[in-house]
C-alpha cells in the first residue's frame, strides 16, 4: 500500500484536520518538476518549499491545540485521583452511600484516564505520521527534481525535527508515563503491565464471536473424535476403493485444503499476539488496518473451514471403513467436493468472502512473480515469499491432486502408481519459492546502488537461497530422499555431496534466522561480563524464556525444514504419508514462531531497511473499526448467498464427473 492510500485509512475520525494533505505536496511536487522541465512556464506560487512549510505550521498549530487540552485533562484527572479516598464532603452521608459514591467516581475517573491516555497515543502515531510523510514528500521532491533540489531537501531535513510536533512526543510519553502510574497505583495494585493493557483498551472479540467460535469448534472436536473413533475400524471390504490405499492416495488432496487451513489459524494467532503487544503490523505489512482479515475475521472463518473440513474427511473415512456410498457419491469425490467450492470462493466476486483480502494477496503474489523485472520488493513481499518456501509440501500436493482428477487415477486407486511425472515436477515446484527468494534478493541489491552497505547483506541472503536450491537439485539429481545414519559407510559420492551441502543449507538458514532475521543478539558493552554477545536490550515479549525457547526450537525446526526442500523427503521408520504430513505441520509452525520474532525485530529497529524512517505510529484501536465492521456484516447477506451459489456449482460438476464415469 503506498503511503497516500495508507495514510486515508489511518485517520482517526476527529482528528482529520491534524494530520499532513500529502496528496498537496505531491502536486506542489509535479508543479515545480514540470517548471523546471519547461522554463517558458513559471511556478505561480513558492512551489513545494513554500508548500511544505504552510504543511508544517498548520501541523505545528493543531498538535499545539492538542497537547494544551491533553495536559490540562491529564493534571485534573491526576489530581482527582489523588484525592479520590478523601471524603470530607461526605461525612453527613451515611457508609452506604459513601461506598456507592467512591465506585461511582472509580469508574468515571477510570473510563476519563483511558479517554486521555487514547488522546496521548493517538496525538502521538499523528505525530509519527506526519513526520513519515514529511520525509517521504522530501525524498520525492529530491528523486524527482534532481540536483535543484538539494540544498533545500537538506535544510528541510534538518529542520524537521526541530519542529515543535516531533519534539513534542517525547513530552507526550512524559503524559502517557504519569498515566499509567497513576492507574497503576490506583487500580492495579503496583501492576505497572496490568495497567498498560487496560488503558490501551484492546478491543477482545465480543460475546456474539466468543459464542460463534465455541460452537463451530465444539463441532470440530465432535467431528474429531469421530475420525479417531473410525480409524480404529478396519476396512469392511478388501477390494479398492475400500481399503488403506484408498486413504493413502487421498490423504494428499485433504492436504492442499489442510495445510492452508492451519496457516490460517496461525495468523489469527499472531495477529492476536501483535495486537496483545500493540505491534504496528498493519503499517509493516502495508495492510489496510480496517479491511485486513486480522485475528477475529479470520480464527472465524478458520473454524467454519476446520469443520467443513472435518466433517467430509469424518464422511470420506465412513465410507472407506464400512464400505458404503452413500448416494451412490465415490470415496474420491468427497475432497474433490470441498476443494471446488474453496476454489470458487476463491474467485468469488467483489463484496463477498474478503474480497479485498484476497486481491491483496493476488497483488503480492504477481509482485513475488515479477521480482526481477517488477516494483521495488516491499517487506510485505518478502515476508510472503519467506512463507511460500515453508509451503513446498503443499505445493507439490497441488501437482499430485491435479494429476490424480485429471488423469482419471481417482476411479483405479487400486492400480494406481505413482507417475514419473511426479519425480520431474517435485524438484521444479519445490525450487520455485527459493527462485522467487532468490530474485528478490538480487532486485534489492540492485536497488540499493553501488556504495550501499545493504548490497553485501543482500548479496549474502542470496547466497542462503542458493545454497537450499543446490540441496534441492542435489537430490533431485540422486533420488535421495531420506539420511540413513546406520550404512553411512555406504554412502555414495553423491549421496555425501549431497548431505553436505544440506547441512551447510540448513546451519546457513538457522544462523541467518537469529542473527539477521530476529537481531536476537547485541555486542555486550559491559567489560566485566564473559561473554561477547548477549541477548538484545529491547524486546517486545514478557518473557526472556521464549527468546531461549525459539532459539532451540527453531534449531530442531531447520532439521525438518531440510526434509522439506528434499523432493519426497521422508522421515526414517514412520509411513511415508504420515511423515510428510507431520513434516509440512512442524515447518508452518516454524514459520509462525518465525513471524514473531521477524516482525518485532522489523518493528523495533527497520533492519532490512524497507521505511524511509525507523518510527513505527502506534497501533490504536480505534472506534471506526466497528463502522467498517458493520459494513462488514451488512455483507454477510450477500456470501451467504455467493456461497450456495458455490455450493449448487459444485453439487452439478460433481454430479457430472458421476455420470461420465458411469457411461465409462
Known sequence: MKFGKFLQASRVKGWEECYIEYKRLVKAIKVECASLEDVSQPLAYGGFNEEFDKQIEAVNQHFAVRMQDIEERAESLLTDAFRMHESRSMVSLDPESIVKLRKYHRETLQVALREVYQDCLTLKQVCSINFTGFVKALKKYHKRCGDASSGSVFQNSTSLRQQHFYKGMSHLDTVADRIEQCYATHFKNGDLDAAQRSLRHIRRLGLESHLTLGIFLGACLCSLAVILWLSGYSPAKDICPFCTKAITANLPVYRILFIPLLWLWCWSGLCFIWKEIS??????????????????????LAAYASLVLLADFALFLASVRTGYEPFGIPVSYYPLAFLIFLVLAMLAPSGVFYHKSRTYFYVSLSRIVIAPFGPEVRFVDNYIADVLTSMA?????????????VTGAFRHIGEHKKEKGLELSAPIITALPYWFRLQQCVRRFYDSGPGN???????????????????????????????DFQH??????????????????TVYAYLWDILMDWGLFEANTDGWRCFKWHLRSKRLYRYTSFYYWALLSNLFGRVAWALTITPRGVMNGMPAPVSTTLLAVVELLRRAQWSL???ENEYLSNSAHYRSV????????????????????????????????NLLITCTVLYAIYLYRNNR
Open 279 to 300: 505491534l504496528n503490523y498493519p503499517y509493516i505489512l502495508s495492510i489496510n488496518p480496517y479491511t485486513e482479515l486480522g485475528y477475529e475475521r479470520g480464527s472465524r
Open 393 to 405: 509440501i503443499f505445493l507439490r500436493d497441488v501437482d499430485y491432486t491435479t494429476r490424480f482428477y
Open 453 to 483: 552497505p545493504d548490497r553485501k547483506v543482500h548479496l549474502l541472503n542470496a547466497c542462503k537461497y542458493l545454497a537450499s536450491l543446490s540441496a534441492t537439485c542435489l537430490a533431485a539429481v540422486g533420488n535421495y530422499t531420506s539420511v
Open 488 to 505: 553411512m559407510e555406504t554412502w555414495s559420492l553423491g549421496r555425501s555431496i549431497w548431505f553436505s551441502v544440506l547441512c551447510i543449507s
Open 597 to 599: 520474532l521477524r516482525l
Open 614 to 645: 525507523k518510527d513505527v505510529p502506534i497501533l490504536l484501536d480505534v472506534a471506526t473499526y466497528g463502522e467498517e465492521a458493520r459494513k462488514t456484516r451488512k455483507s454477510s447477506w450477500s456470501g451467504a448467498l455467493v456461497g450456495l451459489l
